[in-house]
């Protein structure tokens, strides 16, 4: 798989020089497998899935380029970087492969070099009934590339699983509409796309297409530029199943919500049924209409909630067989205890070690992994101010700081309370007296008892309750506390 994006001379010889200076097997792993180049003038754009190997590469390769580039070009030149992970795709082997790509950033026209991609496998952009009922809208589309056979299923995801493998048996039959909604990188778009590979499984002749909100309103603004509404409207009105993907894309865009308010009335009222993704629930998406959130809420509205201990270690597992770099449990357990916001940080970590494992030669364990995400542990040790903490607290029980300053004892405000009191207490370091009187001036004594309330609540792993503004929610003790103070430190 050739790392260039045109055939290009130049180019050509640039990349055998470079390849000489690092070797073949890093080559193929961080340039082939992992970058797209270009050259231009004074300049050498090199694409790349993610910010991880933008960094590595401009650490551990600038030099070897440029003495490539001197013996080639006869000048050195300016690396420039850019994160562009659509083009990109991980193979069923865990390998990363690229897309071709011409000058103009074009992946439908682009000239592949020898050796071609195949047509079928590895290409994330293709047209036909493999990813969209055959022809049924112009331009290239993104093919899937989850499915069920992979998608990790515990305590925080079970019933969406169940929903989503009930539609596409049954759709329109009883889940319709469908909305799955939780936070960034808990699985929702693994599952849609799963759930679509399913659908056409049991129904293969059947319409359907999946696509993003984004692909939704350029579609239509398309349309309109080009005066081919009614053709859009018969498109997408005809399918038997449609599947938007970060439906809150649309919030603030009056005539495009207008126009999918139609198209949902319509597949929905003749019976075929509709899938939604968002990163929150649809009565808490700002410059929604009120038509659009009340037909979201008339069906099925199922959270996904972020994964708990065996579940990160579960998915830990799933990612290295997948890649083919398997961790021993130990490093898995290291990791989960780290790593609890979503599943694209664990996907990271993998990343990450095996890069380190790649270039030390060694095997993977905890010592390896305290060296490549050392950060991890460096981050949970720095103190975390009491305004984050407090901000975290308010922001996942849903209650405003003036709640947690009040004398209300209504059982979301007061359990909210004394986990900020025990978060403030472990991670900004403040005495008693000092939390007490940052939340409404209360005795030290009464910050003791919240404190020694939520420590025996952890070590009993009691599950905590509390009401939220779209139903009662639970969750385990422990994961609450080690999910908050991470979310402490992300704003700190």
């Known amino acids: 798989m050739s790392c260039m994006t045109v055939h290009d001379p130049q180019l050509v010889r640039l990349t055998h020089a470079i390849a000489q200076r690092v070797g073949p097997q890093l080559f193929n792993f961080w340039f082939d497998n992992s970058t ?6 004074d300049v050498l754009e090199i694409a790349v899935p993610n910010d991880f ?47 071709p790509v011409d000058q103009n950033g074009d992946i439908s026209r682009a000239v592949p070099i020898q050796p071609p991609l195949p047509r079928q496998g590895s290409s994330r952009f293709e047209k036909g009934p493999s990813s969209f009922a055959a022809g049924s809208f112009a331009g290239p ?60 499984k049991f129904h293969p002749t059947k319409r359907w297409s999946y696509m993003t909100g984004e692909d939704f309103t350029n579609d239509f603004l398309t349309a309109l530029r080009t005066g081919k509404v009614e053709a859009f409207r018969r498109r997408m009105r005809d399918l038997d199943l449609l599947v938007i993907d970060d439906v809150h894309f649309l919030a603030g865009k009056k005539a495009t919500q207008e126009e999918f308010l139609h198209t949902f009335n319509a597949i929905e009222a003749s019976g075929r049924q509709v899938v939604m993704a968002s990163d929150a629930h649809p009565k808490m998406i700002e410059e929604f209409g009120e038509s659009l959130i ?26 290295s067989v997948r890649t083919g770099f398997v961790l021993p449990d130990e490093v898995s357990g290291w990791i989960a205890r780290r790593v609890t916001q979503n599943v694209r940080e664990l996907e990271g970590a993998i990343t990450r070690m095996s890069a380190h494992v790649l270039h030390s030669g060694r ?21 975390v101010k009491p305004e984050a903490i407090l901000h975290a607290v308010c922001d996942y029980f849903g209650v405003e700081n003036k ?26 370091r403040l005495s008693f007296p000092e939390i007490g009187h940052r939340l ?42 080690q999910r908050l103070e991470e979310h402490s430190r992300a704003v700190n």
């Not at 037909?295 to 579960?314: A, L, Q």
């Not at 060296?371 to 542990?377: K, Q, T, V």
Request: hydrophobic fraction near 40%; charged fraction near 25%; charge should be positive.
């Open 440 to 481: 409404g001036k209360r005795n030290h004594s009464t910050v003791i008892s919240a404190c020694r309330r939520i420590e025996r609540a952890i070590s009993r792993n009691d599950e905590l309750a509390w009401n939220s503004a779209v139903g009662e929610r639970r969750e385990e003790a422990g994961e609450l506390l």
């Open 53 to 99: 190997i933008s960094e590595w590469i401009g650490r551990k390769f600038a030099q070897p380029i440029q003495d490539a580039a001197r013996e080639v070009l006869g000048c050195s030149l300016n690396l420039h970087f850019s994160v562009v992970p659509q083009l990109f795709e991980v193979a069923g082997n865990g390998e990363r492969k690229a897309l």
């Open 403 to 428: 709640d947690l300053m009040s004398g209300r004892r209504q059982r979301t405000i007061s359990l909210a309370r004394s986990v900020a009191m025990f978060l403030v207490r472990k991670t900004a």
């Open 141 to 200: 589309r993104p093919k899937l590339r989850h499915d069920l056979t992979t998608f990790v299923v515990g305590p925080s995801n079970q019933f969406a699983y169940n929903c989503a493998i009930y539609v596409a048996q049954f759709p329109g039959a009883q889940y319709n509409p469908l909305f799955i909604h939780g936070g960034c990188g808990l699985g929702k778009t693994h599952l849609l796309q799963g759930l679509c590979k399913e659908f056409q």
């Open 363 to 383: 095997e993977p364990d905890v010592e390896l992994a305290q060296e490549a995400l050392g950060d991890l542990d460096r981050h949970s040790a720095a103190p």
């Open 294 to 319: 009340n037909r979201f809420v008339s069906g099925m509205v199922v959270r996904i909630d972020p994964p708990n201990f065996i579940m990160r270690c579960e998915i830990l597992r799933a990612l």
């Open 36 to 41: 797209k180049l270009d050259l231009k003038p």
